[in-house]
């Protein structure tokens, strides 16, 4: 079992940065593959951003891709998204999640098996 709790959202103008937190708790943190994932109001939920087990690996959603950038520090067992020049369309709930079966991580959120509650991303023009 993980539990995962995410913070760090707000309200931002366009342009703008914000750094999300993810702290997991329970089994083996360093050993799951994590990604971050976002629904806004009235769409599906999305990828955004996931980081292999080892860290080595990251992979982006193509909207995201050069403005925001995965990291993980295993030793205070904390997942992080760094958010530059945000964008109004990137205004959702935020969701980091652990997949522990997975070594490189992926961008199907079915893969997925423990989420966070979320946090509130707004970004205004």
């Known amino acids: 079992q993980v539990q995962l709790v995410e913070s760090g959202g707000g309200s931002v103008q366009a342009g703008g940065s914000l750094r999300l937190s993810c702290v997991a708790s329970?089994?083996?943190?360093?050993?799951?593959?994590m990604g971050w994932f976002r629904q806004a109001p009235g769409k599906e939920r999305e990828f955004v951003a996931a980081v292999s087990w080892s860290g080595a690996f990251t992979y982006y959603a193509d909207s995201v891709k050069g403005r925001f950038t995965i990291s993980r520090d295993s030793a205070k067992n904390t997942v992080s998204l760094q958010m530059n020049s945000l964008k109004p369309e990137d205004t959702a709930v935020y969701y980091c999640?652990?997949?522990?079966?997975?070594?490189?991580?992926?961008?199907?959120?079915?893969?997925?098996?423990?989420w966070g509650q979320g946090t509130q991303v707004t970004v205004s023009s």
């Open positions: 999640a652990a997949d522990p079966d997975s070594t490189y991580g992926s961008k199907e959120s079915e893969t997925y098996d423990y």
């Open positions: 329970g089994r083996a943190f360093s050993r799951c593959a």
